[in-house]
């Protein structure tokens, strides 16, 4: 069983950057690959970045060159750096443990309550 809790979403202009924060209990959080994913109302849920235990990072389209994501696994902590935010980028953000073996395009594993990020002038 893994919780996790995220925290850093709030209200930010266009342009501006934020640092989302997910922490991990478990002793085997080395081994999961870690996400993020974002809902906007009325949209599905969409994969927005992840890193495997190696450290391999993958991002959406939308996102590449503006988020990035990092893991502490001394910390059990998963970041979400998101600077040049946009107006679209608004939406409750998820973090994401899973096994390795499932694809991130499958919504499934262990999931944060989510935290808001609204990007709005």
């Known amino acids: 069983q893994v919780q996790l809790v995220e925290s850093g979403g709030g209200l930010v202009q266009p342009g501006g950057s934020l640092s989302l924060s997910c922490a991990a209990s478990?002793?085997?959080?080395?081994?999961?690959?870690m996400g993020w994913y974002r809902q906007a109302p009325g949209k599905q849920r969409e994969l927005v970045a992840f890193i495997t235990s190696g450290g391999r990072t993958n991002y959406a389209a939308s996102v590449k060159g503006r988020f990035t994501i990092s893991r502490d696994n001394a910390k059990n902590t998963v970041n979400l750096q998101m600077n040049s935010l946009k107006p679209e980028d608004t939406a409750v953000y998820y973090c994401?443990?899973?096994?390795?073996?499932?694809?991130?395009?499958?919504?499934?594993?262990?999931w944060g309550q989510g935290t808001q990020v609204t990007v709005s002038s």
């Open positions: 478990g002793s085997i959080f080395s081994r999961y690959t």
């Open positions: 994401n443990a899973r096994n390795p073996v499932m694809p991130v395009t499958i919504l499934t594993g262990y």
